[in-house]
């Protein structure tokens, strides 16, 4: 079964400086990766995916994420935050052969300080 | 507009009554599933459904059930609710196993 580990609960950071929220997770066969944000009190909205391609995927609102095969990661990176990004982030793996959707992370509260 | 539909949005319920979590979508969609939200776990998959009378169990399946009579609903039936159900459900769906989710809006559901 898949596995998928946020190492941050929660990160601290000033408006506009950069951060990244860490994601690894356990399968070694072909997956699929998303990242996916919930703002306060409501569902998940998709932020990026990487299904194939170019291992660097990037959002309308700029963050980014480089999935890494050998070091099974998938981690989310924006060069400037914003108040407005504050929000919960979960990290999400698919395998396209198994047919049950999506593992979740346990989630890393991004909390963006004046 | 493409959207899943989950009703209702909020519930307060005593242990032992059942009670049902209804969830639609209108984009289609083969794929449907059950999550449970709750704090430093992430979401859980409850049940899947990779199409009509197709189910299977996630990862959290004990004390729930859910039907797929129609590709369009997918509901979650709790038969006999308890306190440790408490928590934010989520409904989502897929076009296809990897492809992006769509989630409803959430049900917070409290069990006393």
């Known amino acids: 079964a898949q596995s998928v580990t946020q190492l941050d609960s929660q990160v601290p950071v000033f408006e506009e400086a950069p951060v990244e929220l860490r994601c690894n997770y356990s399968?070694?066969?072909?997956?699929?990766l998303f990242w996916y944000v919930q703002y306060p009190n409501q569902g998940l909205q998709l932020l990026l995916k990487y299904l194939s391609g170019s291992t660097l995927v990037k959002s309308i609102n700029g963050f980014e994420a480089e999935f890494n095969k050998s070091q099974t990661s998938f981690h989310l990176r924006k060069p400037s935050v914003h108040i407005s990004d504050t929000a919960e982030y979960f990290c999400a793996v698919s395998d396209p052969n198994a047919g049950n959707m999506l593992t979740f992370g346990g989630g890393t509260r991004l909390m963006v300080k004046p | 507009e493409a959207q899943v539909t989950q009703n209702p949005r909020y519930l307060i319920t005593v242990t032992g009554k059942k009670l049902t979590v209804t969830c639609s979508q209108n984009?289609?969609?083969?794929?449907m599933s059950w999550y449970r939200q709750d704090p430093g776990l992430g979401l859980r998959q409850i049940y899947y459904?990779?199409?009509?009378?197709?189910?299977d169990k996630g990862d959290v399946p004990e004390g729930y059930k859910v039907s797929r009579k129609e590709k369009r609903n997918f509901p979650l039936i709790l038969e006999s609710p308890s306190p440790n159900q408490t928590s934010l459900y989520f409904c989502a769906s897929s076009l296809f196993s990897g492809s992006e989710a769509f989630f409803g809006q959430g049900t917070r559901l409290t069990v006393v």
């Open positions: 984009m289609n969609h083969e794929y």
């Open positions: 399968s070694s066969v072909s997956v699929y």
């Open positions: 459904s990779m199409n009509v009378e197709v189910t």
